[in-house]
C-alpha cells in the first residue's frame, strides 16, 4: 500500500465521521453520554492519531520486532497523546498518566485488537496495488479499531474525581446529573459482560460463528459481520483470503487459552 491509499483510507473515514456518528447498534456506549460535539472531537482526534502511528510504523521494518510489546505500546501511545490534547481542548489539566480503573478495558482492547493491528500493518506493508474489497477490509478494521478507542477515551477523560464539577458536566454530558452513575453503571455492566463471554464463548466454536465489526456508515455507527465460512483457508484460497482467516483464528485461540 502507498501513501496515496493510505490517505484516502483515512479521508473517507473523516468524512464519514463528519457525517454521523450516531450509535444505531442496540449496545450502549460511552460515546451515549456525552454530547455529539465532544464525541466528535474524540473521534478525529483518535483518527489523525491512528494514522500518525500507523504512518511512522510503514517506516520500520519488522524482522526482529517484538509485536506483542509494538502493539501494546503503540495503542497506549495513541490513547494518551489523544488524551493529552482533548484535556487541552476541553480546558481540563493536562495529564500524564492513564487511569488506573480502567486498565483492565485497556488491555481488553490490546488483546482483542492485535491481529486487526499486525493485518492493517501487513496490507500497509504490502508492495501491491491493494484492491477494492482489500482497501474496503482495512477501512472497517481501522474503523473498528478507532471506534472502541473513542469509548475508551470517554472512560478515561470522565472517570477522574476532579471532573465533577458541574460546569464541566454541563458543559459536556448529555444528564450531568445522572452522568457519572450512568458511566459507571456501563463500566460494571461491561465488565461483567467481558468476563461471562470469556467463560462461554467456547460452547460454540468461533470458526463456525461470525465476526462483527464496529464501523461508521454514511447512517451512523453500526455493525459489519464478517462470515467465517467463506474464508476457509484452502490451495487456491487468495492472500487477502489467509490474512483474514489468520486474524479469526488468533481470536479463537486468545479465547480458548485459558480453558
Same mark, same amino acid.
Given at each position: ?37 465532544? /464525541? ?62 480502567? /486498565? ?10 492485535? =491481529? ?15 484492491? @477494492?474489497?482489500?482497501? =474496503? ?13 473513542? =469509548? @475508551? ?35 460494571? +455492566?461491561? +465488565?461483567?459482560? @467481558? ?51 489468520? @486474524? ?12
Amino acid at each position: 500500500m502507498n501513501n496515496k491509499e493510505l490517505n484516502q483510507i483515512f479521508y473517507k473515514i473523516l468524512l464519514k465521521l463528519y457525517s454521523n456518528t450516531k450509535n444505531l447498534t442496540t449496545t450502549n456506549m460511552p460515546i451515549d453520554l456525552v454530547r455529539e460535539e465532544i /464525541h466528535l472531537l474524540v473521534f478525529i482526534l483518535i483518527t489523525l492519531e491512528v494514522k500518525l502511528m500507523l504512518t511512522s510504523l510503514s517506516k520500520l521494518h519488522f524482522e526482529k520486532i517484538n509485536f506483542n510489546i509494538l502493539v501494546d505500546n503503540s495503542i497506549k501511545f495513541i490513547i494518551l497523546s489523544c488524551k493529552q490534547k482533548t484535556l487541552l481542548m476541553l480546558n481540563f489539566d493536562t495529564s500524564n498518566k492513564l487511569e488506573i480503573s480502567n /486498565h483492565w478495558i485497556l488491555r481488553k482492547i490490546q488483546t482483542e485488537e492485535y =491481529n486487526t493491528f499486525t493485518t492493517i500493518l501487513d496490507f500497509i506493508n504490502s508492495k501491491h496495488e491493494l484492491k @477494492y474489497n482489500s482497501l =474496503n477490509l482495512v477501512t472497517s478494521l481501522i474503523e473498528s479499531l478507532i471506534i472502541k478507542l473513542v =469509548n @475508551y477515551m470517554i472512560y478515561e477523560l470522565f472517570s477522574n474525581g476532579k471532573l465533577s464539577e458541574k460546569t464541566y458536566l454541563k458543559s459536556y454530558t448529555i444528564d450531568y446529573l445522572l452522568f457519572s452513575y450512568n458511566l459507571d453503571n456501563l463500566k460494571t +455492566y461491561s +465488565y461483567w459482560k @467481558y468476563c461471562l463471554e470469556n467463560i462461554y464463548v467456547n460452547i460454540k466454536r468461533f470458526s463456525t460463528d461470525t465476526r462483527p465489526l464496529l464501523v461508521c456508515t454514511k447512517n451512523g455507527l453500526e455493525f459489519k459481520r464478517l462470515y467465517n465460512k467463506e474464508l476457509q483457508i484452502s490451495i487456491n484460497s487468495s492472500n487477502l483470503q489467509k490474512l483474514i482467516s489468520k @486474524y479469526l483464528d488468533f481470536i479463537e485461540y486468545i479465547r480458548t487459552k485459558k480453558s
